[in-house]
Nanobody, 124 residues
Framework: QLQLVESGGGLVQPGGSLRLSCAASGFTLDYYVIGWFRQAPGKEREGVSCISSSDGSTYYADSVKGRFTISRDNAKNTVYLQMNSLKPEDTAVYYC?????????????????WGQGTQVTVSS
C-alpha cells in the first residue's frame, strides 16, 4: 500500500526552526515530484514547496522563499522541509504529497498521494 507519513511538527517560538520529514512506504520516491502543502484553520490548503524527481530542482511559494528549504534523500526514501525563521503565520497542518505526472508545480489537484499531516504551531 502506498503511504506517505509526515513527522517533525511541534510547537516552536517565533524565529525558531523545525525540520519536517516525509517518509514513503510501498513505493519509491525517486520517480515522483514531492510537494509540501499547509492548511491553517479556516483557510484553504496552499502549496509551500516542491522538489523534482529528476534533477533536484525546487520551487517555493513567495511566503516561504529564503526561509524554507526542501531536500530529498532517495536512499532513505524521504523528503525534508527545513523551516527557519518561523513566523506565527506559518502555523498550520503541513502535508506532503506525491505526483508522478505533472512535474514541478504546486497545484494540489495534481497530486495523487497524500500524507496525514503534521501540526506546526509557531507561538510565544
Amino acid at each position: 500500500q502506498l503511504q506517505l507519513v509526515e513527522s517533525g511538527g511541534g510547537l516552536v517560538q517565533p524565529g525558531g526552526s523545525l525540520r519536517l520529514s516525509c517518509a514513503a512506504s510501498g513505493f519509491t520516491l525517486d520517480y515522483y515530484v514531492i510537494g509540501w502543502f499547509r492548511q491553517a484553520p479556516g483557510k484553504e490548503r496552499e502549496g509551500v514547496s516542491c522538489i523534482s524527481s529528476s534533477d533536484g530542482s525546487t520551487y517555493y511559494a513567495d511566503s516561504v522563499k529564503g526561509r524554507f528549504t526542501i531536500s530529498r534523500d532517495n536512499a532513505k526514501n524521504t523528503v525534508y522541509l527545513q523551516m527557519n525563521s518561523l513566523k506565527p503565520e506559518d502555523t498550520a497542518v503541513y502535508y506532503c504529497a506525491a505526483d508522478e505526472v505533472w512535474g514541478l508545480q504546486l497545484e494540489r489537484g495534481n497530486y495523487d498521494y497524500w500524507g496525514q499531516g503534521t501540526q506546526v504551531t509557531v507561538s510565544s
